[in-house]
């Protein structure tokens, strides 16, 4: 009986040692060394806890495992995080950070993309670059005692919605937050000496509190940041870099310390600015400060002030008051550089005594006086126009004009007609513009700034438009140009108020900058005849939703409609290619039809096309660059029946593509074709022959639907792609879709 009990306690003890030992071998699935005095152990639910004291080995021994950690525990005594310590660890969801932790390395939580939220400890002296680059992260606490948030360490976090900076930071890397477009409010602490260039870019900013003690605002700090719509800067301030605020569109109102020295070129250009107010104190505005404002009603400039740099108040069309803390005297001293005529134009209230803008009046009708001319006649507008009686006449060079009672100026004679100066004095009058054969070309400036022209006839031996030919025409709303015209000139019609131009055919060229900032353009009728269209040829166009752009143009220049709203755009059948950064940030682009004759598309050819979602890609199709469809909207792509290949870089950094439509026919996915999109599935073709390199790299892969058999896909040249390798591959797939 004894020897029974014996032998049950025996087989009891047993028992109790193998489930101790397999709950053991069940808790852990590996283990290690990750320094000196540091271990590591990885639970087999993806839990990583790391314990000990010291720095972390810079080669991570759980890198193996970075597809399976699902949380991360730092033991106090860590004091530092190497570079790529948790790089890419997809489905980490939470990170428990010690006390005792001194510097996170560079890229150390980048793409961890299911991270929400973190608490970063005071001790932390260094984020690296990257730190947590293209996370998941919503809420970050930062500790007081951090002194500096290094380059990009935030780089495109765009879900984050809150963070502090504590009053520790004394600097705010390049880009630190580029990209964060989920942000709203922030508050910037005294002791930051500098934000760095591109800092906020491109965030979803719409306040901002900088605190007095900040000194400088580095280029480009909140570049882009279309939402802000107010922000502080406080008197410590002596430095705003170039293009800090460029393209706010939502700011209405900023005032300037009296204590800045240096305002960087473009600052506040493009922005949304009604009303400015420099303090006093500031002595110089530099170049195009405010270059394209086109909202400015009113500015409040000092009696300190003793330079205006040249284009600062370019293309502010809506100014109508300076207010202006000095004498006459002083005013006319200020050196005033070239390219300043809405300062010219504007109202000047000199001895004004207050430091802010007077309220705005509540609207009153004022009578306008009586003007001594005729009103023009209505059918004036016409070509032929019809001629009142003689006012005025005379004769230069080869030339002779006549000006009548219906405001229409003729010009006859042969040659180059570049001199305005003969009928100067009725520049204001003159509603219509006959020009008779023989001229050969309108000079630069010729019809600059007559403001009531509101028709003009250009004769079909025009070769040549001049520069700024008619800018700040505001009446004239419709040209046609002849098929003679061989050269157009730049900023043709800026400040105008043109609604519709017609390139007749034989028209072969559109120069750089033809109709750069012709805010008002609505529709241009291009001819088939047209070859090449230069940089920026229709550069912030805000009024021009939709063109055609014909099948016999072989060059387009980059930046097209760069800061346009361009939303429609159709291409005829002949075109062949694409080129370099053509429509590169329409952002407004919403539909795209690319002809069947389509061969080429270059680098960069759609960048920052945020409202394209979809695009079909003919067969004709043979190359294209890279970064084509870089931060689009771009979420589904079809390829044409009869598509063989998906070129190399393709789809690069296209990260919202989710839909890969592709047809029997393709037979090769180049290099990187997928890189950095965000594709989970795809359906591949039987006929697909090779796969190349990195061609899905950091896609969220899951599941590839392959139409042929498992023998099959074994004859695929699959290069070296991890995406592609770890996804489950499902042969003999029949459904259209993934």
Known sequence: ???????????????????????????????????????????????????????INKSVPWSYYYNDITSIEVGEGITDLPDDAFYGCQKVTSVTLPSTLTKIGDRAFYGCKKLTELTIPGAVKKLGDYAFGSTGLTTVVLGEGITEIWDDAFYGCDKLESINIPESVEEIGDRAFYGCKKLKQLSIPGHVEDIGDYAFSSTGLETVEIADGVTEIWSDAFYGCEKLTSVKIPSTVTEIGDRAFYGCKKLKTITIPGGVKDVGDYAFSSTGLESVVVSEGMTALDDDTFYGCDKIEAVLLPASLQEIGERAFYGCKSLDTIYFRGSENDWINIDVDDYNDPLNKAKKVCNYPDETLPEAPEATQVPSPATPRQEADPAATAIPFPTGAFVDGGSFDYFQWTFDSNGLLTVYGEGELDDNSSWSSHRRDIVAVQLNEGITAIGDNLFRGYEELSAISIPNTVKKIGDRAFYYCESLEEVTFPGSVESFGEYLFYGSG???????????????NTFRSAETLESVSLPDTLTTIGDRAFYYCESLKEIEIPGSVTSMGEYLFYGGSLEKLTFREGLKKIDDSAFRACDKLKEVNLPSTLEEIEDRAFYYTEDLESITLPASLKKMGEYIFYESGLTTVTFADGATIVPAGAFRSADNLETVNLPDTIEKIGNRAFYYCDIESIVLPKGLKEIGDHAFYECDLEKVYYRGSEAEWGGVDIGDDYAIQRALIICNYKDENA
Do not use: C
């Not at 808790?27 to 540091?38: Q, R, T, V």
């Not at 017609?502 to 028209?507: A, C, K, N, P, R």
């Open 1 to 55: 009986m004894m020897k029974l009990i014996h032998k049950s306690v025996a087989l009891t003890l047993i028992a109790i040692l193998v489930m101790s030992l397999l709950g053991l071998a069940l808790a852990a699935s590996d283990s290690g060394k990750a320094g000196d005095d540091i271990r590591w152990e990885l639970k087999q639910d993806g839990s990583l806890v790391i314990y000990g004291s010291g720095s």
């Open 498 to 512: 043109i609604k519709r131009v017609t390139l007749s055919e034989g028209i072969t060229t559109l120069d750089e």
